[in-house]
């Protein structure tokens, strides 16, 4: 093999080990049942099912919890470290609580990151979640609107960025959670949302 080919080849070698590496999935749920949770998704806390939304269906949670319950859907097969996660998500009702968000790097339904977005209280956080505590990471500030809104979060090692309708609000590092884990969908309390289109892109 000429030099200059072998040495192609071993600059292209590490990209294509990554692209190997990588997979990405998305959930839009119009092809499952309506009335049941959604195929490869674990109802761990709360009541989610499949709902229909105009022309398509969306995985909705209806619970309506006291104030300290985290309700929380995990996708039973997605495990991965460094995500590319994004859902759109339309608050429905909740006195207590509305909105909801992502989780990603799930050890379980008591542990976990946490970003989601509250239109009852303007803002949008970063959780981490050990034992079932909350702690906040960051917190941005953001009017609410009506409608579906676009949650997306990245996180690279220990290097965590959260998006809310394209633009970039919360970046953060934090090292609580270093393995692989289960990523899924969370509101709290009686905050009744639906969720459609969630995508992982990860590794």
């Known amino acids: 093999m000429p030099t200059r080919w072998l040495a192609a ?7 294509a080990v990554l692209a190997a590496e990588t997979s990405k999935r ?17 109802n761990e806390v709360g009541s989610w099912s499949v709902v229909e939304i105009g022309q398509g269906k969306a995985l909705a949670q209806a619970a309506k919890n006291a104030n300290p319950v985290f309700n929380i859907a995990l996708v039973r097969d997605a495990s ?12 429905v009702a ?16 008591k542990n976990y990151y946490l970003a989601r977005y509250n239109p009852l209280e303007d803002n949008y956080r970063l959780y981490r979640v050990v034992g079932g505590k909350r702690t906040l990471l960051q917190n941005a500030d ?3 609107s009506d409608g579906v809104h676009a949650l997306r979060v990245t996180m690279n090692g220990d290097r965590i960025e959260c ?11 934090d090292a609580t959670f270093t393995e692989p884990g289960r990523i899924g969908l969370w509101t709290k309390a009686d905050a009744q949302s639906q969720f459609d289109n969630l995508t992982l892109v990860g590794k």
């Open 9 to 15: 080849l071993i600059l292209l070698t590490p990209s």
């Open 163 to 173: 998006y809310y309708d394209g633009k970039k609000y919360l970046d953060q590092k």
């Open 94 to 109: 909740g006195e207590t609580d509305q909105g909801g968000g992502i989780v990603w790097r799930a050890k379980d339904a």
């Open 26 to 42: 998305t959930w839009n749920f119009d092809g499952e049942t309506t009335g049941q949770i959604a195929k490869g998704f674990t």
């Open 142 to 144: 953001i009017a609410h």
């Open 80 to 91: 991965a470290k460094d995500v590319d996660i994004s859902v759109e998500m339309k608050a």
